[in-house]
């Protein structure tokens, strides 16, 4: 079966950094997502890696190695904002988006 | 980034009503579109794919009679939910694909919050 994990909950200080990582079993892969969910809102698109390796985009970076099925996003200076659900999905063979449960981080002052 | 707007945010209806929600893509054109509905403190179920000119293909458990999706063009998908009831209760969210330009990444809409009394 297709399968992604990622831890639940996470809880960080304001202006340090946290990683949330990703593993996932899937049926093929097309690329993997990152997105941020605020209580109440739409997810909104954070990063996409199809390739190896690490993509930095501002404070968020995402990693990714294939062949271990894994990917972390890091989140650098954090702030008070940045108190979310961060959804890890997986694109499979059928371009299908395969959706983690999401980690919920909590950032404390 | 590409837009797909969402309509209506919030809806409340009656019990055995039924409610349309509409999934546009603003700036480009979507053969296919996604609808979701989360509960709270859950990640997101794929409830249906919505195929543009076809019918749309359901997730095993999802009632296809009781939540009808029409794609009538390349940039609007339907969701209605037929005879509601409070178990309907829900965040009901639409994705879209912007695949022009070899883009793979999907955009939400801003989601439906229903409530059934």
């Known amino acids: 079966g297709q399968n992604i994990d990622q831890p639940t909950e996470m809880t960080a200080t304001e202006g340090a950094i946290v990683q949330i990582n990703c593993t996932y079993q899937?049926?093929?892969?097309?690329?993997l997502f990152w997105y941020q969910q605020h209580a109440g809102e739409a997810p909104t698109f954070l990063s996409y890696?199809?390739l190896d390796g690490l993509e930095e985009k501002g404070r968020f970076s995402s990693f990714l190695s294939r062949s271990k099925g894994y990917s972390y996003l890091l989140l650098k200076e954090l702030q008070m904002k940045d108190s979310a659900s961060y959804l890890c999905?997986?694109?499979?063979?059928?371009?299908?988006?395969?959706w983690g449960a999401g980690t919920k981080l909590i950032i404390k002052p | 980034g590409a837009v797909v707007s969402q309509h209506p945010s919030r809806v409340i209806c009656k019990s055995g009503t039924s409610v349309k929600i509409e999934c546009r893509s603003l700036?480009?054109?979507?053969?296919?579109m996604f609808w979701y509905r989360q509960f709270p403190k859950q990640s997101l179920m794929l409830m249906a794919t919505?195929?543009?000119?076809?019918?749309?293909?359901?997730e095993q458990g999802v009632e296809k009679d009781k939540f009808l999706i029409n794609h009538a063009s390349l940039t609007l998908s339907t969701l209605t939910v037929t005879s509601a009831h409070p178990e309907d209760s829900s965040f009901y969210i639409c994705?879209?694909?912007?695949?022009?330009?070899?883009?793979?990444?999907?955009?939400f809409g801003q989601g439906t919050r229903l409530t059934v009394v």
């Open positions: 994705s879209a694909r912007d695949t022009t330009g070899g883009h793979t990444e999907a955009f």
């Open positions: 700036d480009f054109q979507a053969t296919t």
């Open positions: 919505s195929n543009e000119g076809s019918k749309a293909t359901y």
């Open positions: 899937t049926s093929g892969f097309n690329g």
């Open positions: 890696n199809v």
């Open positions: 999905a997986v694109m499979d063979s059928n371009y299908q988006l395969i």
